[in-house]
């Protein structure tokens, strides 16, 4: 194709997306006022949660898990502890600090791991990091109950919120075996991001996939060589996890797999219902990776898909969960055609907003019932608009760093690409 402009039928622009109003304006830089309210709220959410009786529980576990290992026990031994072997050696250098530096550390790490997560889900689509948009997310995470959950356990989950966008960095620059490697180290951490394998699939990234599944594979297989009996693993952490944990976790578990026996649904019909669900969900993953359009908002829409296939089905699936993907997903909102630019992609997350009282949700054991409308209701939106753009010809072709657009509009390069680069 010739990149001529007096190609017949052919109309291009050097900068696609320039007469994307709502995407200009949220890639803008916000006035310094704002940004500063911005990271007030986020502090004062972080504060909130140093000045309060509980923080970091959920990190205490893997850290007393490799003390354990210090002593000559085996971590396996409590039931709680549920990730993969490498994760004991991760948390070595912890063990090292008293209960009182962790106790206020580590909710400042995991909230400044949660504010990076942000930064680069917006990278990957070249929106700065004083822009409006960069301004409402880093807002949103302080109103956003998930957010706290997450910093106020210390949880490990934030791990694979940062990891899920680094992935999807770089294979948007087409560094596939890189970001293969990234979500390789993120498994060997905590498995949540095993379903973006199904990515590289999708993708025919074959040396990638091997990368992927190797390197966690590796550091498991070293670690558990260095610990005594990892068997335990098999024998007792994974029973308890495949079982939904016990009465203490269960009210906080999302999945529909849980939440509809709690409203009186029979367990198989349940499981039958989230089975079926989460397949459908994964065969419209696979719609939208065929059907094309930005490159970025098809690889964050596709992974998400993926991501909360899963969430759907596994057990347990924690509110907190969705921070892995949302971040990617909001910001998608600079391009034109996103599964975010609809409001419905925003309703499903108003119940989890701090300042929003539920009668009857708010209590610490019943929000499970508000999580997973959020679930279900992000799932939704995103797959009926894979489905609805299945048929959608590509309309636009990037060549060099320009959009092409077939047609005769002389405009027709703003109003069709999806393709802002910013």
């Given at each position: 194709?010739?990149?001529?402009?007096?190609?017949?039928?052919?109309?291009?622009?050097?900068?696609?997306g320039?007469?994307?109003?709502?995407?200009?304006?949220?890639?803008?830089?916000?006035?310094r006022p704002?940004?500063?309210?911005?990271?007030?709220?986020?502090?004062?959410?972080?504060?909130?949660?140093?000045?309060?009786?509980?923080?970091?529980?959920?990190?205490?576990?893997?850290?007393?898990?490799?003390?354990?290992?210090?002593?000559?026990?085996?971590?396996?031994?409590?039931?709680?502890?549920?990730?993969?072997?490498?994760?004991?050696?991760?948390?070595?250098?912890?063990?090292?600090?008293?209960?009182?530096?962790?106790?206020?550390?580590?909710?400042?790490?995991?909230?400044?791991?949660?504010?990076?997560?942000?930064?680069?889900?917006?990278?990957?689509f070249?929106?700065?990091?004083?822009?409006?948009?960069?301004?409402?997310?880093?807002?949103?995470?302080?109103?956003?109950?998930?957010?706290?959950?997450?910093?106020?356990?210390?949880?490990?989950?934030?791990?694979?919120?940062?990891?899920?966008?680094?992935?999807?960095?770089?294979?948007h620059?087409?560094?596939?075996?890189?970001?293969?490697?990234?979500?390789?180290?993120?498994?060997?951490?905590?498995?949540?991001?095993?379903?973006?394998?199904?990515?590289?699939?999708?993708?025919?990234?074959?040396?990638?996939?091997?990368w992927?599944?190797?390197?966690?594979?590796?550091?498991?297989?070293?670690?558990?060589?260095?610990?005594?009996?990892?068997?335990?693993?098999?024998?007792?952490?994974?029973?308890?996890?495949?079982?939904?944990?016990?009465?203490?976790?269960?009210?906080?578990?999302?999945s529909?797999?849980?939440?509809?026996?709690?409203?009186?649904?029979?367990?198989?019909?349940?499981?039958?219902?989230?089975?079926?669900?989460?397949?459908?969900?994964?065969?419209?993953?696979?719609?939208?990776?065929?059907?094309?359009?930005?490159?970025?908002?098809?690889?964050?829409?596709?992974?998400?898909?993926?991501?909360?296939?899963?969430?759907?089905?596994?057990?347990?699936?924690?509110?907190?969960?969705m921070?892995?993907?949302?971040?990617?997903?909001?910001?998608?909102?600079?391009?034109?055609?996103?599964?975010?630019?609809?409001?419905?992609?925003?309703?499903?997350?108003?119940?989890?907003?701090?300042?929003?009282?539920?009668?009857?949700l708010?209590?610490?054991?019943?929000?499970?019932?508000?999580?997973?409308?959020?679930?279900?209701?992000?799932?939704?939106?995103?797959?009926?608009?894979?489905?609805?753009?299945?048929a959608?010809?590509?309309?636009?072709?990037?060549?060099?760093?320009?959009?092409?657009?077939?047609?005769?509009?002389?405009?027709?390069?703003?109003?069709?690409?999806?393709?802002?680069?910013?």
């Open positions: 194709m010739s990149g001529s402009p007096g190609a017949p039928g052919v109309v291009h622009s050097r900068w696609p320039s007469a994307d109003v709502p995407a200009r304006w949220l890639r803008g830089r916000a006035p704002l940004l500063g309210a911005a990271l007030l709220v986020f502090a004062l959410d972080v504060v909130r949660i140093l000045t309060g009786t509980r923080a970091a529980i959920d990190n205490a576990v893997v850290v007393r898990a490799a003390r354990t290992l210090l002593d000559g026990g085996s971590p396996y031994a409590d039931k709680r502890f549920l990730y993969l072997p490498g994760a004991v050696f991760a948390a070595l250098p912890q063990t090292l600090a008293g209960e009182r530096v962790l106790f206020y550390a580590v909710p400042v790490a995991t909230a400044l791991l949660g504010l990076a997560g942000v930064l680069v889900a917006l990278r990957l070249g929106v700065r990091a004083d822009s409006r948009l960069a301004a409402a997310m880093v807002a949103g995470l302080g109103v956003f109950e998930p957010f706290h959950g997450l910093v106020s356990l210390g949880n490990w989950t934030v791990l694979s919120a940062v990891a899920f966008p680094v992935t999807l960095l770089l294979a620059r087409g560094r596939w075996c890189a970001a293969a490697v990234v979500t390789g180290v993120a498994i060997a951490l905590k498995p949540m991001l095993v379903p973006l394998l199904l990515l590289l699939v999708l993708a025919r990234r074959w040396r990638a996939l091997a992927a599944v190797g390197v966690p594979v590796a550091l498991s297989l070293a670690a558990a060589s260095a610990m005594p009996r990892p068997g335990r693993f098999f024998t007792r952490t994974l029973p308890f996890l495949l079982h939904g944990q016990d009465a203490y976790a269960r009210p906080f578990d999302a529909w797999t849980t939440v509809l026996p709690r409203l009186g649904v029979p367990s198989p019909v349940a499981f039958a219902l989230a089975g079926a669900a989460a397949l459908t969900v994964l065969a419209l993953a696979r719609v939208r990776w065929r059907a094309g359009g930005d490159e970025r908002a098809r690889l964050v829409e596709c992974a998400s898909l993926l991501m909360l296939a899963a969430f759907l089905v596994s057990r347990p699936s924690f509110q907190h969960y921070l892995v993907v949302l971040p990617s997903l909001a910001a998608s909102t600079v391009v034109r055609g996103a599964a975010a630019r609809s409001a419905w992609f925003w309703l499903p997350l108003l119940p989890e907003l701090a300042s929003v009282n539920w009668p009857y708010d209590g610490a054991r019943r929000h499970a019932f508000r999580d997973i409308v959020m679930i279900t209701g992000v799932a939704a939106v995103l797959a009926v608009r894979a489905w609805r753009d299945r959608r010809p590509a309309r636009e072709v990037t060549v060099s760093g320009r959009v092409y657009s077939f047609g005769s509009d002389p405009e027709a390069g703003d109003h069709l690409d999806r393709s802002e680069t910013g």
